[in-house]
């Protein structure tokens, strides 16, 4: 082989390089919660006697996220889990009654999956989502639509937090009553999230 088609089949190896390499990040790739980094749900809610907090930590939760040229492109193949028993607040004994209206026992787990996602860049790396989803809490699952906020980090991580606001009764819940019905839970609450998320084969390395 003379020096000409030498450096040929060079450039046709670097060049096949380069687009494997294209092709390699116009793929989604798995992302997942990053343990323990500042990765938060919580559950407000209220009574006629006073408001009260529940904060769980402890959680898994993956997804595929696209990312072409710095862009969130989309996000598919959500799902989030939550072990039940895991939420708690200032008083073991209101933590032992969420756990009972949550028939923790006989469902465990709260888990949600995602079945579409609409995305809008709000800002630079700031991506508004429309994400509908099935949430299933104490055996129920409801589809509902939540507006979401993700954040592209400078460490190529993602961070996704919101809110949304939610009734006991869409799950079939009954607000329960308390101290011989002096205290009654109110239907409403409010979730809030704060999740950040690694692409698995770096996170996979470092753990």
Known sequence: MNHFYKKILSALVFAAIIIGAAVQQLRAQTFKLIPEKDATIKVLGSSNVH???????????????KIEENQLRSIAAFTFSLNAK???SE?????GRTYKTMKAD????VTYKLTSATINAASKNKYQVKATGDLAIAGVTQTIVMNILATVNPDNTIT?????????TDFKIEPPRFMLGAMKVKNDLTIQFNLTYKNNQLLTKTL
């Open 106 to 109: 006989q469902y465990p787990k």
């Open 51 to 65: 408001d009260w907090t529940l904060v769980s930590s402890s959680m898994e939760s993956q997804g595929e996220f």
């Open 160 to 168: 996704v937090t919101g809110s949304e606001n939610l009734k006991l």
């Open 91 to 95: 008083h073991e004994s209101m933590d």
């Open 86 to 88: 895991s939420l708690k």
